[in-house]
């Protein structure tokens, strides 16, 4: 087991904490968290890759951890996350990088590698499908399977919860920090192979009132030690509490910013560089089983990898060793 060292890096502009392990001369691969997580997240696969003889970087995006948390929404935007990435690169030395990415982190990671090819080697996106057009309500919603979620009742079908911060935000964020703790055990929850063709409980956030419905307030929750060691998980509890939910949240605002910024891409977003997609199975808002999700990176990604695994939207954390050898596999196929 490897030691992560915590580093942090700063420039004008902001500051970026990140861990890292492995070897200092080892090729570079750094990992991105989604919402609402931490850099620890990565724990598992920043070990095995980095007794692979990587040089493992995870830094806290900002709005997350013990990097910056601006109170502007628009500084969330996600022209914003790349730029800070690319100052840390710049400070790792700027080789190229294999980028791995979950959630929000796969936009900031397929964002990168389309606006500055230059930073990466490959992108591995996990659990959630590239966009070209932008990451918004405007490009995800088209894409619902209607079959699940008829547009009369569920108009914007799995992406409710994320209506809900456009139209409730200082709701929705109260609604989270009333209990950071139990908010961040109920959130981290394994999938359900049950849930498969079913309605997602995020697809009804705006008629039950907010994420916690009445109560609004996470019911009490132990947190599941399967995902995040007891430890870690107290970690990011506090980087919530320090904060709140609010700098993260905020990454839900910016559609517009978003969507303006993924146009001005050269080559229409196109990705040259290998990528990696690693499905969840069991995940109810970003499986791209059997729907529309997938189109889009499908048709812009030049040399697309796709691999599934039994797992909900926390594929990192639920799978960690089955992701750590379909990275592997995929690095060994591509010769990265």
Wanted: charged share 20%; glycine share 8%.
């Amino acid at each position: 087991m490897s030691t992560l060292v915590s580093r942090t890096f700063s420039s004008p502009r902001q500051t970026t904490h990140y861990l890292e392990c492995g070897p200092a001369d080892g090729a570079l691969m750094i990992f991105l968290h989604g919402w609402p997580s931490i850099s620890l997240m990565w724990r598992a696969q920043m070990n095995a890759f980095a007794a692979d003889g990587w040089r493992c970087v995870a830094p806290d995006l900002r709005g997350f951890g013990c990097s910056s948390a601006p109170a502007a929404a628009d500084a969330y935007a996600i022209q914003e996350v790349v730029a800070d990435m690319a100052e840390l690169h710049d400070h790792l030395g700027g080789q190229p990088a294999i980028w791995v990415s979950h959630d929000w982190g796969v936009v900031v990671a397929a964002e990168l590698a389309a606006h500055e090819p230059q930073r990466s080697r490959g992108v591995v996106l996990t659990s959630l499908a590239y966009q070209p057009e932008g990451h918004a309500l405007r490009t995800v919603v088209p894409l619902v399977d209607r079959t699940i979620y008829p547009a009369d009742q569920y108009p914007d079908g799995q992406w409710d919860y994320y209506r809900y911060y456009t139209t409730h935000f200082d709701a929705a964020v109260a609604d989270l920090d009333a209990d950071e703790a139990a908010s961040l055990a109920s959130i981290f929850r394994r999938g359900d192979p049950a849930g498969v063709g079913q309605v997602s409980p995020n697809a009804v956030v705006t008629r039950n009132g907010g994420r916690f419905g009445a109560a609004h307030r996470a019911p009490p929750t132990e947190p599941d030690p399967a995902l995040w060691p007891p430890a870690d998980f107290e970690v990011l509890v506090q980087a919530f509490k320090a904060h709140g939910f609010r700098p993260s949240c905020a990454w839900y605002l910016n559609d517009d910013a978003n969507i303006a910024y993924a146009r001005k891409a050269p080559n229409d977003g196109r990705l040259s560089q290998p990528v990696l997609f690693v499905n969840g199975d069991f995940d109810q808002i970003c499986s791209i089983t059997g729907n529309r999700q997938g189109d889009p990176m499908r048709a812009t990604c030049a040399d697309l990898t796709v691999t599934s695994i039994p797992s909900g939207h926390w594929l990192p954390l639920e799978r960690k060793a089955e992701l750590i050898q379909a990275i592997r596999t995929w690095l060994k196929i591509k010769s990265l």
